[in-house]
């Protein structure tokens, strides 16, 4: 679940790992989710062979490939960013629409009024 229904590790990486991955959304929420409810738990290991207790970083670390190096709340924080960032990324679009549109049909009304200059020669 560390890559949103596919781990990390599996995603192929000029696509999908690097750009596209590391801008997802739901990895921040997902990691922050699996942070908050794993981190500083101990569980018992029912594996063969292993040692009898493996803690939620453990789980973190080895089965959903997540990385463990900051916070939860630095996930939380990158989300928030995220949200902002991208409203004022929307708000900027519209803004910059607003301000286009008039000079675009300017321009595309003056080169039909050519044309028609033209014809009527």
């Known amino acids: 679940m560390g890559g949103f229904f596919r781990l990390p590790n599996?995603?192929?990486?000029?696509?999908?790992?690097?750009?596209?991955?590391?801008i997802s959304f739901h990895k921040y929420a997902n990691e922050g989710f699996y942070?908050?409810?794993?981190?500083?738990?101990v569980f018992p290991n029912l594996q063969?062979?292993?040692?009898?207790?493996?803690t939620g970083d453990e789980v973190l670390r080895k089965y959903w490939q997540m990385d463990t190096s900051f916070s939860k709340w630095s996930d939380l924080a990158?989300?928030?960013?995220?949200?902002?960032?991208?409203?004022?990324?929307?708000?900027?679009?519209?803004?910059?629409?607003?301000k286009l549109y008039p000079?675009?049909?300017?321009?595309?009304?003056?080169?039909?009024?050519?044309?028609?200059?033209?014809?009527?020669?």
């Open 10 to 22: 599996d995603l192929p990486g000029p696509v999908w790992k690097y750009p596209v991955y590391y």
């Open 35 to 41: 942070k908050n409810e794993f981190q500083g738990l």
């Open 48 to 54: 063969v062979g292993g040692p009898t207790k493996i």
């Open 78 to 98: 990158i989300v928030f960013g995220m949200v902002i960032g991208y409203r004022v990324l929307a708000f900027g679009i519209i803004k910059g629409i607003e």
């Open 103 to 121: 000079i675009i049909r300017n321009f595309l009304a003056r080169a039909a009024e050519k044309r028609t200059d033209c014809v009527e020669e």
